[in-house]
């Protein structure tokens, strides 16, 4: 029997209407569900998103002897005194964000063993800046049989300066450093809210942490952390995705949960689109009446444009009105969904770190693969406006990131579906 999978199966839309309510940051809950490993105990996790990157971080966890249990949107972790301070690499190779139980084993247990990390295919993003940082603490690190094996007796506070505002090694950095001896300076320091969601954690958890959401952030080591209860903030990246699915099929619609001070270089650059985009009490609210136009965008940290937009920022310059160049400074390797695009008839070209996206009015439906979770979420937006159907195959990346993403399009008006192929 040939296996059986799934695609998403898009016909034009528009205008959307409706609500759309805003998950948990998958970007914030994965280091919070690694940070537990710091202390013994039994943590509440709210506002949990139901995606697959969730569930293998709980695998994960679990591999290392810990209870997870997800029920609703509620995650409960238990953590014992013993933990296996090993992550196996049949988990670790499905996600890259797994390199974070690094930092929390190594401050409890004196001693990690991880396996090399895979994840996302968009080039090369070497872990070479985690096992620098932690060095620097006082770990003695050597990588063997394609693992990563860490060891210190007693982690020691000490200056560390990222060579690039690295938001994993940042996290990994903050959670080491919460138990290590003195004091601990990061400088050039990612300053996303999701670090900042992580050091709220971790300072309820009982570390001393300041200025997490700058570019320095200190850490005061404590001898020991307990379990708490946390909520988790808004997922800025599935607001965006939205934000881009009104944009591409015009309409009006109000993102319930969104937190708009997370995404205000995004706003503004909407906002030259002509998207008119105002906060609400408990979020936001966009409408487009006409067609967008073209701007050039270039990604850059926190609080510049993040790269994660960058794939929903193309779809939507592919149907706007003009020409747009949109710059990669982060990551190599992160224009692999285009060539999908020009399938769709979308006018790209791509040189470098430079893509040049002239706009056309319309695009048509085509056969097209999701190469990562973001740019497949793109092709099933740029698909709104695409004439005929597009089917949208290799939708488990989407399922990584993404929470009911079908249903929540659907409840807006999109002709979408879940289709076996």
Known sequence: MPEVREAILVRPSGPLTGTVPISGAKNS???VMAATLL???????RNVPRIEDVAIMAELLEAMGVTVAHVGDVLTVDVGESVIPEAPYELVEKMRASVVVLGPLLARFGEARVALPGGDDFGSRPIDIHLRALADLGAHIETKRGFVIARAEQLLGARIILDFPSVTATENVLMAASLAKGTTVIDNA???????DLAAFLNRMGAHILGAGTSTITVEGVNELGAVDHTIIPDRVEAATFLAAVGVAGGE????GARPDHMDMLCLKLGEMGMRISPTNDGLWAMVNRRLSSVDVSTLPYPGIATDYKPLLVALLS???????VTENLFSGRFRYVDELVRMGADIRTE????VVRGVAQLSGAPVKAPDIRAGAALVIASLRA???TLVTNIHHIDRGYENFVGKLQAIGADVQRVQI
């Open 352 to 355: 470098g770190h430079h893509a």
């Open 39 to 45: 202390a013994p105990g039994t943590y509440t996790i």
């Open 29 to 31: 809950v994965l280091k």
């Open 387 to 389: 004439e005929g159907e």
């Open 319 to 325: 149907v706007a009105d003009g020409v747009g160049i």
């Open 190 to 196: 990612a300053r996303e809210p999701e670090v900042a």
């Open 253 to 256: 619609i109000t993102l319930a």
